[in-house]
């Protein structure tokens, strides 16, 4: 589960050896934009030891390599990828070929290393008007893909347009993200809330983005990742209506209803899909009733 | 065997950090440590360096580690980064 | 009265009959503003008078010409609460002859007051006072809000000398020392530098790890059984300690929770709980910010405290004694839970009790904040290189790994377990801490016995050796 995925500048020992306690469920150490172009061999270095010498208990690992137009992400791969990170974050995707690239590049080296085909999976971050035009393909791209990833501030950079709190200028490529990832059966995470002094924005920047669709969001800063657990977390009240629908649902079925109705409202196959969704996360979260 | 022909540093002072440097030099390693946790770490800092030189076969370097209390897998990355950086190009 | 009012510092000693081997004292609330410990003793030295015992409430860097006075043996004795890093690694270095004598906030007017450590001279620094040396440190340019440890100097010294840089018309309106102790009153053109007195605003930390440790620090408070309608806090000025004083004010505001005080050195984070109507009142023995020092001149409700009503276990009774929860610091702590504020890692001094023993043994729920490590340094040791408060006063200690409840309060372990609190004992944390830094090697001490540590009740804690 990815409610909320944490970067940490791969080359700042200091911030990664407290990574795994910062509550979030992912960190995203970062080779790319967080690191100086001077210092791209030391980060790779640093994250690949961090990941195979200290770890980050129960945090699943994500590694944001460099962009494939750049000379390193090769080098970053081959670094990184014996070490086992749970996802790999391609920056820049613009294209299903972009995902071929990096693709077949980790299948050659989790050849090498001996673990099976696709134990790595890939979390494309797009962030070009092109690869927002290309979701669909993109997210239906790979066995690989677990999820794709919307950038938010090169977007808009690439749709020349300013970035706002509101973020009306990234409603469409949002819409079209959570379009594009649920038709092809993956998840979808949304752009970090940039503002780290708004303690309130963050809550309603994630509100929205989950009202979307969205399975979670990133964040630049701690301080946001309690918000989005929380906003991306069923609520108590959510948790024990997807109980009484099961609940419904398992003595209609005694009885052989073939429709049944819960508050004077009938409960089709997708309320049950949702109510099941609803109580697997609540389990995983250790939240809830005891059955 | 890889040879050190440059003077090289990798890493940083800031705290929880090391700042490594090496040099060419003749006739085996040298390690120098200086660290803030010298008396608790101080042994296990140099045999990390040393572990460090002996799995990328550097046989000959000198190599100073100022460091700031950093973790043992980040001396031995700042060590490997700053080998890689003063190596002879492969 | 107004033959009070005397010319010089000089004057002023000389006229107090200051001789060899007497005792002198100074109260802190300058700070590392303060020019009057510094002042008092370059005309001391300037008179030649020797082999003084230098009793101040604090010490701090500021004070770094004691090192020569005390290599010239002005100074050969020292009595204090707290000693910051600079003259603290000069003493372990072996500086002094004589070991300092550390006490608490507690212990010092205790043993002024039993006349264990009799005063000859005390120096008060005061924002404003008037030429009878009534005396207050809300008013003036370098005003610092309360004068709470300058009471028991005030009170049993037997000559007591006023030093300020506001002089105003007799009587001061709204005095904190009055007159009646009084024996000399100087004027001067600076008793210190604002900036370095109260700091414009004390702010909480960005660091996420402190973030993290307040929010649990907050937790634990919260199933602790003790907040309710009545409670009493009391929390450092350290970064992650202000944390946890913003989350709970958001939590007794949400469970509408009225507590009774909050107590100690006194910051703008806990105004803004009064002001709030968290407390009925603030109980301060010193201000750490502007935001305190202008609220303990406005506000009735915020009450300057002595520092034998804080803390004293010679008094009939004290403030730290009706004290629910503590929150406190440690730059070490052992399996035991003896806690060290007095040394660094290396063995060095950097630090001194304050209130730590005398709050931590009063309140219902000691709880001690640190990270698990800071930088390769696992906080929790085998046993602690000093023990500054003893480990039957500590309650709880959090982490930003874990939190662990000391065995002898196996109410509250159950009350934090049940809550959900990653409750662990001391000795897996400590585990937990080393398998991330590795197992760090033992400080060898130094031959030297360089301070002791004395507790609030007069009995020797510990031995400080030099490095």
């Not at chain 3, 906030?105 to 009799?118: E, N, S, V, Y």
């Not at chain 3, 890692?345 to 800071?374: E, Q, V």
């Amino acid at each position: 589960m990815l409610r909320s995925m944490l970067f940490l500048p791969g080359n700042t020992p200091g911030i990664i050896i407290n990574g795994e306690i910062l509550g979030a469920d992912a960190v995203i150490l970062d080779l790319e934009d967080a690191v100086a172009p001077t210092e791209k061999d030391s980060a790779r270095v640093l994250s690949r030891n961090a990941i195979k010498y200290m770890g980050f208990g129960a945090c699943q690992v994500i590694v944001r390599i460099n962009g494939i137009d750049t000379p390193y992400w090769q080098k970053d791969l081959d670094a990184i990828i014996p070490v086992k990170p749970d996802f790999i974050m391609p920056p820049k995707v613009s294209c299903a070929q972009d995902v071929e690239a990096v693709d077949q590049y980790i299948t050659a080296l989790e050849e090498k290393c001996g673990f099976e085909k696709n134990t790595i999976k890939l979390i494309p971050l797009i962030e070009t008007a092109l690869g927002i035009e290309n979701a669909f393909a993109i997210a239906a791209s790979s066995k690989r893909i677990a999820g794709i990833f919307l950038g938010g501030e090169d977007l808009t950079a690439d749709l020349h347009c300013k970035r706002t709190k509101e973020g009306h200028e990234i409603q469409y490529a949002r819409c079209r993200m959570v379009c594009a990832a649920r038709a092809a059966g993956v998840e979808v995470f949304d752009t970090p809330f940039t503002d780290v002094n708004d303690d309130e924005g963050i809550y309603t920047d994630a509100q929205y983005a989950k009202s979307l669709g969205f399975s979670g969001k990133s964040a630049i800063s701690p301080r946001h990742v309690q918000a989005i657990n929380e906003v991306f977390s069923p609520s108590l009240k959510d948790i024990d209506y997807a109980y009484e629908v099961m609940e419904a649902i398992r003595i209609g079925k005694s009885q052989g209803k073939g429709a049944v109705a819960l508050r004077g409202k009938m409960i089709d196959a997708p309320i049950v899909a949702r109510a099941q969704q609803t109580i697997d996360m609540a389990k995983a979260l250790g939240l809830g009733r005891e059955e | 065997m890889k040879k050190i022909i440059r003077s090289a540093t990798a890493g940083t002072l800031e705290s929880s950090d090391a700042l490594v440097t090496v040099a060419p030099h003749e006739n085996g390693v040298v390690i120098e440590v200086d660290s803030v946790v010298q008396k608790q770490f101080g042994e296990e800092i140099f045999r990390a360096v040393e572990e460090t030189l002996r799995a990328l076969e550097v046989k000959d370097a000198r190599v100073s580690v100022v460091d700031r209390g950093a973790l043992d897998c980040v001396i031995r990355a700042r060590v490997e980064t700053a080998v890689l950086r003063g190596e002879e190009d492969a | 009265m107004a033959g009070k009012l005397v010319k010089s510092i000089r004057e002023a000693i000389q006229l107090a009959g200051l001789k060899d081997g007497m005792s002198i004292s100074f109260h802190h609330h300058l700070r590392n503003g303060d020019y009057t410990l510094n002042l008092v003793m370059h005309e001391i030295a300037a008179l030649g008078v020797k082999e003084l015992t230098l009793n101040a409430s604090s010490l701090f860097d500021t004070h770094a010409e004691l090192e020569e006075h005390i290599e010239n043996r002005v100074v050969t004795k020292i009595n204090t609460n707290y000693m910051s890093s600079g003259l603290g690694r000069r003493i372990s270095e072996g500086l002094m002859e004589a070991p300092v004598s550390f006490r608490t906030h507690g212990g010092r007017p205790r043993d002024i007051q039993l006349g264990i450590t009799p005063i000859d001279v005390a120096f008060i620094a005061a924002p404003t006072a008037d030429c009878a040396g009534n005396c207050s440190g809300k008013f003036g340019p370098s005003a610092c809000g309360s004068l709470g440890y300058a009471f028991p100097d005030a009170m049993y010294a037997k000559k007591v000398i006023v030093i300020t840089d506001n002089l105003v018309d007799y009587p001061l309106k709204g005095w904190s020392i009055p007159e009646i102790y009084v024996d000399y009153v100087v004027r001067v053109d600076a008793i210190g530098n604002p900036q370095g007195i109260v700091s414009g605003t004390t702010k909480i930390t960005r660091d996420p790890v402190g973030l993290i440790m307040a929010q649990t620090a907050v937790k634990v408070i919260k199933h602790s059984g003790l907040l309710k309608d009545g409670f009493s806090f009391q929390t450092g000025a350290g970064g992650a300690s202000l944390a946890a004083a913003s989350y709970l004010k958001n939590v007794m505001l949400q469970e509408n929770i009225r507590g009774s005080f909050a107590s100690g050195g006194i910051t703008g984070y806990l105004v803004d709980m009064l002001e709030a109507g968290c407390f009925e009142s603030l109980m301060d023995v010193q201000c750490f910010d502007l935001k305190a020092v202008e609220s303990i001149r406005k506000n009735p409700a915020h009450q300057e405290i002595s520092a034998m009503q804080y803390a004293s276990p010679a008094a009939k009774s004290a403030v730290v004694d009706n004290l629910d929860v503590v929150i406190l610091g440690a730059t070490e702590i052992d399996t035991d839970f003896n806690v060290n504020v007095h040394t660094d890692s290396s063995g060095y001094i950097m630090g001194g009790s304050g209130g730590h023993s005398d709050t931590a043994a009063g309140a219902k729920l000691s709880m001690i904040i640190a990270p698990l490590f800071r930088a390769r340094l696992p906080i929790v040791t085998d046993h602690v290189s000093c023990i500054s408060t003893p480990g039957r006063d500590i309650d709880v200690l959090v982490t930003q790994r874990g939190v662990a409840v000391n065995p002898k309060n196996q109410e509250l372990m159950l009350r934090l377990k049940d809550a959900g609190l990653n409750v662990m004992d001391i000795q897996q944390l400590k585990a937990v801490a080393e398998r991330i830094t590795g197992k760090p090697g033992h400080l060898t001490r130094g031959e030297r016995k360089v301070a002791e540590v004395i507790y609030r009740d007069g009995t020797v804690i510990d031995s400080i050796y030099s490095v």
